[in-house]
């Protein structure tokens, strides 16, 4: 079955920077695009970024463009979210989700989906 396993997440002082993994499994994972979707404590999901599956086509949500930067490695089955100036209305739970499609799109319609991992931004 797929399986989606993030972590790199924790406390980061605004200014500063972290990078997520999401480990993945159970299905082709150089055949599908895969997001990261975020949700802040107290309010909705929010699509951060997307990746097509060949890693040379990537979409970003305004309000992180030019600080994030979505990446992944086929060979090893792994996706990434570079997170530099971080700040505090960043912190939220960071999920990994995978498309039914191979092309990026802004995560519409993402069907299996990892644990998430926290990331707080925070002095």
């Known amino acids: 079955q797929v399986q989606l396993v993030e972590s790199g997440g924790g406390l980061v002082q605004p200014g500063g920077s972290l990078r997520l993994s999401c480990a993945a499994s159970?299905?082709?994972?150089?055949?599908?695009?895969m997001s990261w979707v975020r949700q802040a404590p107290g309010k909705g999901l929010e699509w951060v970024s997307d990746i097509n599956s060949g890693g040379d086509s990537t979409l970003h949500a305004e309000v992180v463009k030019g600080r994030f930067t979505i990446s992944r490695d086929n060979a090893k089955n792994t996706l990434y979210l570079q997170m530099n100036s971080l700040k505090p209305e960043d912190t939220a739970v960071y999920y990994c989700a995978k498309d039914p499609w191979a092309t990026a799109t802004t995560g519409s319609s993402l069907d299996a989906w990892g644990q998430g991992t926290l990331v707080t931004v925070s002095s």
């Open positions: 159970g299905f082709t994972f150089s055949s599908y695009a």
